[in-house]
């Protein structure tokens, strides 16, 4: 099983980003999915999460601004991350609850991908 996430950048204060995470390999199915992201000489903070039914939650520091969303039958969660601010410059890391066929549920993670928001 891997997560891929992608969609990264330089972007300006203001701006938007989607960021896309695919998850790959022999699976029974997905639970829950999440973002995390962690700046440069700071703890790794979760973002946003999404249950299998749809429910989501947010960071207060992002509320409003981003939105989790997932695509179920292609294995893939987003980020749409929209008013961009220089705080939210960090790796961002995807994250998934994954059953395998032995029902087993195992938690994987992304590899990152570097958001930079500055002018």
């Known amino acids: 099983v891997q997560l891929q996430a992608s969609g990264g950048g330089l972007v300006q204060p203001g701006g938007s980003l989607r960021l896309s995470c695919i998850v790959s390999?022999?699976?029974?199915?997905?639970?829950?999915m999440r973002w995390f992201r962690q700046a440069p000489g700071k703890q790794r903070e979760l973002v946003a999460f999404i249950s299998k039914g749809g429910i989501t939650d947010y960071a207060d520091s992002v509320e409003g601004r981003f939105t989790i969303i997932r695509d179920v039958a292609a294995n893939t969660v987003y980020l749409q991350m929209n008013s961009l601010k220089v705080e939210d410059t960090a790796v961002y890391y995807c994250n998934a609850d994954v059953v395998s066929l032995r029902y087993d549920e195992l938690v994987y993670w992304g590899q990152g991908t570097l958001v930079t928001v500055s002018s």
């Open positions: 390999g022999t699976i029974r199915s997905i639970n829950a």
